[in-house]
Protein backbone atom coordinates (compact mmCIF):
# COMPACT_ATOMS: atom_id res chain seq x y z
CA UNK A 1 0.00 0.00 0.00
CA UNK A 2 3.01 2.57 1.01
CA UNK A 3 4.14 2.05 -2.68
CA UNK A 4 0.66 1.87 -4.08
CA UNK A 5 -0.45 5.37 -2.26
CA UNK A 6 3.13 7.22 -3.64
CA UNK A 7 2.40 5.70 -7.59
CA UNK A 8 -0.72 7.74 -7.17
CA UNK A 9 0.71 10.16 -5.45
CA UNK A 10 -1.58 10.38 -2.52
CA UNK A 11 -0.74 11.12 1.13
CA UNK A 12 -0.81 7.53 2.20
CA UNK A 13 0.99 5.35 4.19
CA UNK A 14 -0.22 1.60 4.18
CA UNK A 15 -0.94 -1.56 5.98
CA UNK A 16 -3.28 -4.20 5.79
CA UNK A 17 -5.06 -5.76 8.01
CA UNK A 18 -7.71 -8.70 8.47
CA UNK A 19 -9.46 -11.15 10.85
CA UNK A 20 -8.48 -14.73 9.22
CA UNK A 21 -12.00 -16.08 8.00
CA UNK A 22 -14.71 -16.91 5.60
CA UNK A 23 -17.59 -14.63 5.82
CA UNK A 24 -19.54 -16.97 3.63
CA UNK A 25 -19.35 -19.04 6.59
CA UNK A 26 -20.42 -16.55 9.33
CA UNK A 27 -24.08 -14.97 9.75
CA UNK A 28 -24.79 -11.24 9.61
CA UNK A 29 -25.26 -10.81 13.20
CA UNK A 30 -21.79 -13.08 13.77
CA UNK A 31 -19.98 -10.82 11.51
CA UNK A 32 -21.30 -8.14 13.16
CA UNK A 33 -19.75 -8.72 16.34
CA UNK A 34 -16.58 -10.41 15.03
CA UNK A 35 -16.17 -6.36 13.41
CA UNK A 36 -17.43 -4.96 16.69
CA UNK A 37 -14.48 -6.65 18.86
CA UNK A 38 -11.86 -6.53 16.12
CA UNK A 39 -12.56 -2.53 16.17
CA UNK A 40 -12.67 -3.08 20.44
CA UNK A 41 -9.25 -4.03 20.05
CA UNK A 42 -8.00 -1.68 17.62
CA UNK A 43 -9.46 1.52 18.05
CA UNK A 44 -6.08 3.05 19.91
CA UNK A 45 -4.26 2.32 16.87
CA UNK A 46 -5.99 3.42 14.20
CA UNK A 47 -7.24 7.36 13.73
CA UNK A 48 -8.69 9.98 11.05
CA UNK A 49 -4.57 11.17 10.93
CA UNK A 50 -2.81 7.93 11.86
CA UNK A 51 -4.71 5.06 10.33
CA UNK A 52 -7.77 4.80 7.83
CA UNK A 53 -9.32 1.40 7.27
CA UNK A 54 -10.70 0.38 3.80
CA UNK A 55 -12.64 -2.24 2.80
CA UNK A 56 -11.06 -5.71 1.11
CA UNK A 57 -11.72 -8.85 -0.05
CA UNK A 58 -14.18 -10.27 1.96
CA UNK A 59 -15.27 -6.96 3.95
CA UNK A 60 -17.72 -4.24 2.51
CA UNK A 61 -19.85 -1.24 2.95
CA UNK A 62 -21.77 -2.73 5.80
CA UNK A 63 -18.63 -3.49 7.61
CA UNK A 64 -16.79 -0.17 7.41
CA UNK A 65 -20.35 0.99 9.12
CA UNK A 66 -20.23 -1.41 12.21
CA UNK A 67 -16.42 -0.28 12.42
CA UNK A 68 -17.15 3.46 12.17
CA UNK A 69 -20.09 2.66 14.78
CA UNK A 70 -18.07 1.19 17.33
CA UNK A 71 -15.40 3.66 17.05
CA UNK A 72 -17.08 6.21 17.56
CA UNK A 73 -18.37 4.84 21.01
CA UNK A 74 -14.59 5.74 21.85
CA UNK A 75 -14.18 8.36 20.11
CA UNK A 76 -16.92 10.25 19.17
CA UNK A 77 -18.81 10.23 15.91
CA UNK A 78 -15.62 10.19 13.07
CA UNK A 79 -16.94 9.78 9.58
CA UNK A 80 -13.36 9.93 8.54
CA UNK A 81 -12.27 6.92 10.65
CA UNK A 82 -13.06 4.58 7.81
CA UNK A 83 -13.72 4.78 4.03
CA UNK A 84 -15.66 2.51 1.46
CA UNK A 85 -18.62 3.16 3.93
CA UNK A 86 -22.49 3.66 3.06
CA UNK A 87 -22.70 7.15 1.58
CA UNK A 88 -25.83 7.75 3.94
CA UNK A 89 -23.13 7.65 6.41
CA UNK A 90 -20.68 10.09 4.67
CA UNK A 91 -19.14 7.62 2.25
CA UNK A 92 -18.43 8.81 -1.33
CA UNK A 93 -20.63 8.33 -4.21
CA UNK A 94 -18.30 6.58 -6.64
CA UNK A 95 -16.44 4.93 -4.29
CA UNK A 96 -17.92 1.02 -4.72
CA UNK A 97 -17.55 0.77 -8.34
CA UNK A 98 -13.91 3.02 -7.99
CA UNK A 99 -11.21 0.07 -8.00
CA UNK A 100 -12.82 -1.52 -11.11
CA UNK A 101 -13.49 2.02 -12.82
CA UNK A 102 -9.01 2.58 -12.16
CA UNK A 103 -8.66 -0.49 -13.49
CA UNK A 104 -10.64 0.10 -16.84
CA UNK A 105 -9.19 3.72 -16.97
CA UNK A 106 -5.61 1.95 -16.29
CA UNK A 107 -6.36 -0.57 -19.44
CA UNK A 108 -7.19 2.68 -21.54
CA UNK A 109 -3.89 4.29 -20.56
CA UNK A 110 -1.98 1.45 -21.42
CA UNK A 111 -4.06 0.06 -24.50
CA UNK A 112 -3.80 4.29 -26.19
CA UNK A 113 -0.07 3.49 -25.71
CA UNK A 114 -0.43 0.46 -28.56
CA UNK A 115 -2.81 2.52 -30.81
CA UNK A 116 -5.51 -0.02 -29.32
CA UNK A 117 -9.06 0.45 -27.83
CA UNK A 118 -11.18 -1.59 -25.31
CA UNK A 119 -13.76 -1.91 -27.62
CA UNK A 120 -11.50 -3.74 -30.40
CA UNK A 121 -10.31 -6.51 -27.68
CA UNK A 122 -11.52 -9.55 -25.78
CA UNK A 123 -11.37 -9.97 -21.89
CA UNK A 124 -11.12 -13.00 -19.66
CA UNK A 125 -11.79 -11.68 -16.29
CA UNK A 126 -10.92 -14.17 -13.11
CA UNK A 127 -13.54 -12.71 -10.14
CA UNK A 128 -16.75 -11.90 -10.03
CA UNK A 129 -16.88 -9.78 -7.06
CA UNK A 130 -16.77 -6.15 -6.51
CA UNK A 131 -13.80 -5.43 -8.41
CA UNK A 132 -14.28 -7.96 -11.11
CA UNK A 133 -18.36 -7.09 -11.89
CA UNK A 134 -17.16 -3.22 -12.07
CA UNK A 135 -14.44 -4.01 -14.53
CA UNK A 136 -16.78 -6.46 -16.43
CA UNK A 137 -19.71 -4.22 -16.44
CA UNK A 138 -17.62 -1.08 -17.43
CA UNK A 139 -15.71 -2.66 -20.60
CA UNK A 140 -18.85 -4.42 -21.65
CA UNK A 141 -20.61 -0.89 -21.76
CA UNK A 142 -17.19 0.54 -23.25
CA UNK A 143 -17.99 -1.92 -26.12
CA UNK A 144 -15.51 -4.24 -25.41
CA UNK A 145 -16.14 -8.67 -25.57
CA UNK A 146 -15.99 -9.73 -22.21
CA UNK A 147 -15.66 -13.40 -23.55
CA UNK A 148 -15.27 -15.19 -20.13
CA UNK A 149 -15.69 -14.86 -16.48
CA UNK A 150 -14.96 -16.74 -13.13
CA UNK A 151 -15.81 -16.96 -9.60
CA UNK A 152 -15.56 -19.44 -6.62
CA UNK A 153 -18.46 -20.73 -8.07
CA UNK A 154 -17.57 -21.77 -11.76
CA UNK A 155 -16.76 -19.89 -15.01
CA UNK A 156 -18.97 -19.12 -18.02
CA UNK A 157 -17.25 -18.59 -21.69
CA UNK A 158 -18.82 -17.09 -24.60
CA UNK A 159 -17.08 -16.38 -28.10
CA UNK A 160 -19.26 -13.63 -29.08
CA UNK A 161 -19.29 -12.06 -25.51
CA UNK A 162 -21.09 -12.38 -22.48
CA UNK A 163 -23.78 -10.09 -21.66
CA UNK A 164 -22.69 -8.53 -18.36
CA UNK A 165 -25.74 -7.18 -17.51
CA UNK A 166 -27.59 -10.61 -17.78
CA UNK A 167 -24.88 -12.87 -15.83
CA UNK A 168 -25.13 -9.82 -12.77
CA UNK A 169 -28.57 -10.66 -12.84
CA UNK A 170 -28.54 -14.36 -12.80
CA UNK A 171 -25.56 -13.88 -9.89
CA UNK A 172 -28.21 -11.89 -8.17
CA UNK A 173 -31.05 -13.97 -8.57
CA UNK A 174 -29.34 -17.82 -8.11
CA UNK A 175 -25.77 -16.43 -6.61
CA UNK A 176 -23.64 -18.30 -8.68
CA UNK A 177 -22.46 -18.16 -12.18
CA UNK A 178 -23.27 -21.66 -12.69
CA UNK A 179 -26.81 -22.42 -15.58
CA UNK A 180 -26.68 -18.96 -17.15
CA UNK A 181 -27.93 -19.61 -20.47
CA UNK A 182 -25.89 -16.92 -22.08
CA UNK A 183 -22.66 -19.09 -22.57
CA UNK A 184 -20.97 -22.37 -21.66
CA UNK A 185 -19.98 -23.68 -18.29
CA UNK A 186 -16.29 -23.86 -18.46
CA UNK A 187 -13.33 -25.09 -15.81
CA UNK A 188 -12.45 -22.05 -13.48
CA UNK A 189 -8.54 -22.98 -13.95
CA UNK A 190 -9.07 -22.89 -17.69
CA UNK A 191 -9.99 -19.23 -17.65
CA UNK A 192 -6.46 -17.89 -16.74
CA UNK A 193 -4.95 -19.47 -19.78
CA UNK A 194 -8.30 -19.14 -22.09
CA UNK A 195 -7.64 -17.49 -25.28
CA UNK A 196 -8.02 -13.73 -25.31
CA UNK A 197 -5.94 -10.60 -25.84
CA UNK A 198 -6.05 -9.14 -22.36
CA UNK A 199 -6.52 -11.19 -18.90
CA UNK A 200 -7.98 -9.62 -15.55
CA UNK A 201 -7.43 -11.29 -12.60
CA UNK A 202 -9.44 -9.83 -9.94
CA UNK A 203 -9.61 -12.54 -7.26
CA UNK A 204 -6.75 -13.91 -5.24
CA UNK A 205 -2.89 -13.50 -5.47
CA UNK A 206 -1.00 -16.26 -6.35
CA UNK A 207 -3.00 -17.19 -9.18
CA UNK A 208 -0.28 -16.58 -11.94
CA UNK A 209 2.80 -19.09 -11.16
CA UNK A 210 5.24 -21.51 -12.91
CA UNK A 211 2.33 -23.97 -13.15
CA UNK A 212 0.30 -21.84 -15.54
CA UNK A 213 2.25 -18.80 -16.58
CA UNK A 214 3.93 -20.73 -19.74
CA UNK A 215 0.27 -21.40 -21.28
CA UNK A 216 -1.29 -17.67 -20.34
CA UNK A 217 -2.71 -16.71 -24.18
CA UNK A 218 -3.08 -12.74 -23.48
CA UNK A 219 -0.97 -10.26 -24.72
CA UNK A 220 -2.13 -7.70 -21.78
CA UNK A 221 -2.63 -8.69 -17.99
CA UNK A 222 -4.25 -6.17 -16.29
CA UNK A 223 -3.52 -6.79 -12.38
CA UNK A 224 -6.69 -5.85 -10.79
CA UNK A 225 -5.72 -8.26 -7.76
CA UNK A 226 -3.47 -8.11 -5.55
CA UNK A 227 -0.15 -9.65 -6.32
CA UNK A 228 -2.23 -11.92 -8.42
CA UNK A 229 1.45 -12.63 -10.41
CA UNK A 230 4.12 -14.65 -8.61
CA UNK A 231 7.85 -14.11 -9.60
CA UNK A 232 8.39 -16.58 -11.46
CA UNK A 233 5.48 -16.33 -13.45
CA UNK A 234 6.43 -12.97 -13.88
CA UNK A 235 9.65 -13.98 -15.54
CA UNK A 236 8.21 -16.40 -17.80
CA UNK A 237 5.20 -14.00 -18.81
CA UNK A 238 7.98 -10.96 -19.69
CA UNK A 239 10.20 -13.79 -21.37
CA UNK A 240 6.95 -14.46 -23.45
CA UNK A 241 5.98 -10.49 -24.41
CA UNK A 242 2.71 -10.29 -22.27
CA UNK A 243 2.48 -6.76 -21.03
CA UNK A 244 1.64 -6.50 -17.56
CA UNK A 245 0.62 -3.78 -16.21
CA UNK A 246 1.25 -4.08 -12.12
CA UNK A 247 -1.36 -4.50 -8.95
CA UNK A 248 0.45 -1.17 -7.00
CA UNK A 249 -0.69 0.77 -10.48
CA UNK A 250 -3.67 -0.96 -11.98
CA UNK A 251 -6.08 -1.25 -9.03
CA UNK A 252 -4.79 2.00 -7.24
CA UNK A 253 -8.22 3.46 -8.15
CA UNK A 254 -9.90 2.02 -4.68
CA UNK A 255 -7.71 3.73 -2.37
CA UNK A 256 -7.69 6.73 -4.31
CA UNK A 257 -11.50 6.99 -4.20
CA UNK A 258 -10.60 6.13 -0.74
CA UNK A 259 -8.99 9.41 -0.25
CA UNK A 260 -10.76 11.50 -2.05
CA UNK A 261 -13.85 10.07 0.88
CA UNK A 262 -11.66 11.01 3.64
CA UNK A 263 -11.27 14.59 2.16
CA UNK A 264 -14.83 14.98 1.32
CA UNK A 265 -15.44 13.78 5.22
CA UNK A 266 -12.63 16.37 6.76
CA UNK A 267 -14.38 18.86 4.85
CA UNK A 268 -17.79 18.01 5.19
CA UNK A 269 -18.49 18.34 2.31
CA UNK A 270 -19.92 16.05 -0.64
CA UNK A 271 -18.74 15.59 -4.30
CA UNK A 272 -20.91 15.10 -6.97
CA UNK A 273 -20.26 11.63 -8.65
CA UNK A 274 -19.27 13.31 -11.55
CA UNK A 275 -16.35 14.91 -10.19
CA UNK A 276 -15.62 11.62 -8.29
CA UNK A 277 -14.88 9.86 -11.00
CA UNK A 278 -13.49 12.53 -13.43
CA UNK A 279 -10.56 13.21 -10.48
CA UNK A 280 -10.39 9.14 -10.77
CA UNK A 281 -9.42 9.30 -14.27
CA UNK A 282 -7.37 12.53 -13.92
CA UNK A 283 -5.21 10.46 -10.98
CA UNK A 284 -5.26 7.46 -12.93
CA UNK A 285 -4.05 9.14 -16.19
CA UNK A 286 -1.22 11.20 -14.68
CA UNK A 287 -0.12 7.82 -12.77
CA UNK A 288 0.02 5.71 -15.32
CA UNK A 289 2.54 8.68 -17.50
CA UNK A 290 4.64 8.94 -14.46
CA UNK A 291 4.91 5.03 -14.82
CA UNK A 292 6.03 5.40 -18.59
CA UNK A 293 8.35 8.54 -17.88
CA UNK A 294 10.28 6.21 -15.08
CA UNK A 295 9.95 3.40 -17.53
CA UNK A 296 12.00 5.05 -20.21
CA UNK A 297 14.46 7.28 -18.41
CA UNK A 298 15.46 3.15 -16.83
CA UNK A 299 14.60 1.59 -19.73
CA UNK A 300 12.69 -1.12 -17.29
CA UNK A 301 9.42 -2.53 -17.60
CA UNK A 302 6.09 -1.29 -16.19
CA UNK A 303 6.31 -3.81 -12.76
CA UNK A 304 9.90 -1.66 -11.94
CA UNK A 305 8.83 1.41 -13.55
CA UNK A 306 6.26 1.36 -10.53
CA UNK A 307 7.95 0.26 -7.77
CA UNK A 308 11.01 2.99 -9.52
CA UNK A 309 8.22 6.08 -9.02
CA UNK A 310 6.78 4.66 -5.46
CA UNK A 311 9.85 3.72 -3.75
CA UNK A 312 11.78 7.29 -5.37
CA UNK A 313 8.71 9.42 -4.22
CA UNK A 314 9.06 7.62 -0.37
CA UNK A 315 12.70 7.70 -0.40
CA UNK A 316 12.93 11.80 -1.29
CA UNK A 317 9.84 12.72 1.73
CA UNK A 318 12.13 10.48 4.04
CA UNK A 319 15.35 12.35 3.15
CA UNK A 320 13.71 15.79 2.39
CA UNK A 321 12.71 15.20 6.44
CA UNK A 322 16.16 14.76 7.00
CA UNK A 323 16.10 10.80 7.92
CA UNK A 324 19.53 10.42 6.05
CA UNK A 325 21.36 7.08 7.37
P1 LIG B 1 -14.63 -9.76 -3.33
O1 LIG B 1 -14.63 -10.57 -2.09
O2 LIG B 1 -15.73 -8.77 -3.57
O3 LIG B 1 -14.58 -10.71 -4.62
C1 LIG B 1 -13.65 -11.74 -4.78
C2 LIG B 1 -14.08 -12.57 -6.00
O4 LIG B 1 -13.10 -13.58 -6.23
C3 LIG B 1 -15.41 -13.29 -5.80
O5 LIG B 1 -16.16 -13.18 -7.01
C4 LIG B 1 -14.99 -14.73 -5.57
O6 LIG B 1 -15.98 -15.67 -5.96
C5 LIG B 1 -13.78 -14.79 -6.48
N1 LIG B 1 -12.91 -15.93 -6.19
C6 LIG B 1 -12.45 -16.37 -5.00
N2 LIG B 1 -11.73 -17.49 -5.17
C7 LIG B 1 -11.71 -17.74 -6.50
C8 LIG B 1 -11.12 -18.73 -7.30
N3 LIG B 1 -10.39 -19.72 -6.76
N4 LIG B 1 -11.30 -18.68 -8.65
C9 LIG B 1 -12.04 -17.69 -9.21
N5 LIG B 1 -12.63 -16.71 -8.50
C10 LIG B 1 -12.45 -16.75 -7.16
O7 LIG B 1 -13.20 -9.04 -3.38
P2 LIG B 1 -12.78 -7.74 -4.18
O8 LIG B 1 -12.94 -6.56 -3.28
O9 LIG B 1 -13.43 -7.75 -5.53
O10 LIG B 1 -11.20 -7.96 -4.32
C11 LIG B 1 -10.66 -8.76 -5.37
C12 LIG B 1 -9.16 -8.53 -5.47
O11 LIG B 1 -8.90 -7.14 -5.71
C13 LIG B 1 -8.37 -8.88 -4.21
O12 LIG B 1 -7.10 -9.34 -4.60
C14 LIG B 1 -8.24 -7.54 -3.52
O13 LIG B 1 -7.14 -7.50 -2.63
C15 LIG B 1 -8.03 -6.63 -4.72
N6 LIG B 1 -8.34 -5.22 -4.47
C16 LIG B 1 -9.58 -4.86 -4.04
C17 LIG B 1 -9.86 -3.51 -3.82
C18 LIG B 1 -11.23 -3.02 -3.41
O14 LIG B 1 -11.43 -1.79 -3.35
N7 LIG B 1 -12.21 -3.90 -3.18
C19 LIG B 1 -8.84 -2.54 -4.02
C20 LIG B 1 -7.58 -2.96 -4.47
C21 LIG B 1 -7.35 -4.31 -4.68
Same mark, same amino acid.
Given at each position: MTWKTAVVDIPYGGAKGGIG??????SKSELERLTRVFTQKIHDLI????DVPAPDMGTNAQTMAWILDEYSKFH??????????PIDLGGSLGREAATGRGVVYATEALLAEHG????DLTFAIQGFGNVGSWVARLIHEK? $?? *??AVSDITGAVKNPSGIDIKELLKHKERT???????GGDAMDAHELLVHECDVLIP??? $?? *??NRENAAEVKAKYII????????PEADEILCKKGVLILPDIYANAGGVTVSYFEWVQNIQGFMWDEEKVNRELKRYMTRGFQNVKNMCKSHDCNLRMGAFTLGVNRVARSTVLRGWEA
Amino acid at each position: MTWKTAVVDIPYGGAKGGIGCNPKDLSKSELERLTRVFTQKIHDLIGIHTDVPAPDMGTNAQTMAWILDEYSKFHGHSPAIVTGKPIDLGGSLGREAATGRGVVYATEALLAEHGKSIKDLTFAIQGFGNVGSWVARLIHEKG $GK *VIAVSDITGAVKNPSGIDIKELLKHKERTGSLKDFNGGDAMDAHELLVHECDVLIPCAL $GG *VLNRENAAEVKAKYIIEAANHPTDPEADEILCKKGVLILPDIYANAGGVTVSYFEWVQNIQGFMWDEEKVNRELKRYMTRGFQNVKNMCKSHDCNLRMGAFTLGVNRVARSTVLRGWEA
